[in-house]
């Protein structure tokens, strides 16, 4: 699979001050995510994932190098321009739902459409994930694969380029961690959306089409999959 990039990093560093003590996450990091591509970032603990994903989602900076969006440089923005990047363009999905306890599933979702200028209909986002017998329950009604997937609808009806998750299965046993895997394969096959997942889990890298493997705040190798696996045929 062969696209243009959405978006490149170029010679990124990210470094924490920590007091009097420089931590170091990201050490000249520079890849590119392709415009419609489902890619999965795999490492252990500080290999520096959520560091990435946090750059491109614009929740944070590089301390060096260069961040671009298609043509634009991210890394020239300012504070006015991340924000409306972050409300347009990017869904986020996190490991532990984020949802307001005392919001129904619609509400929760609406939430997020009530900042984009070109939203999904809330209905139908959720009818996406499948839970449009659930629209009116509670988060406390709700398993933690169905709070996930009001969550995954909640960042998709945005109508986002990008969809970034960090650990979205982390939180679920592995038969409701399946069922998430392929509706997030599934929403980028049907709406081409492209889809960034972050794990330490290395087995959920068989559904991607293309893998980076980080470790010590480095990529150590980018990998094309010319045969993703279907989520249901996933062990971990």
């Known amino acids: ?4 990039p959405l978006l490149r990093l170029e010679s990124v560093d990210k470094v924490f001050q920590m007091g009097e003590v420089a931590v170091r996450a990201l050490n000249d990091v520079s890849l590119e995510i392709r415009e419609g591509e489902f890619l999965v970032m795999v490492g252990p603990s500080g290999s520096g994932k959520s560091t990435i994903l946090n750059i491109v989602g614009g929740l944070d900076t590089a301390t060096e190098g260069r961040v671009f969006f298609r043509d634009r440089e991210m890394t020239s923005f300012t504070a006015a321009e991340l924000t409306r990047y972050r409300r347009d363009t990017v869904g986020f999905v996190f490991q532990f739902y984020n949802l307001v306890p005392n919001l129904s599933a619609r509400e929760n979702v609406m939430v997020s459409t009530e900042i984009s200028d070109d939203p999904l209909d809330v209905d139908e986002a959720l009818e996406m994930v499948g839970l449009e017998e659930r629209l009116d ?16 609808a909640r960042a998709l009806a945005k109508n986002p380029d990008l969809l970034l998750c960090d650990e979205p299965t982390g939180a679920l046993d592995v038969a409701t961690g399946k069922l998430v895997l392929r509706l997030l394969v599934d929403l980028k096959t049907r709406l081409g959306k492209t889809v960034v997942l972050i794990t330490h889990n290395s087995a959920i890298a068989q559904v ?10 480095q990529v150590v190798e980018v990998a094309e999959n010319p045969e993703p696996l279907p989520p249901e045929e996933v062990t971990w």
């Open 208 to 217: 991607a089409d293309r893998v980076i493997r980080l470790r010590s705040g």
């Open 137 to 152: 329950h509670f988060p406390a009604q709700m398993s933690g694969g169905e709070q996930q997937r009001v969550a995954i």
């Open 1 to 4: 699979m062969t696209t243009s």
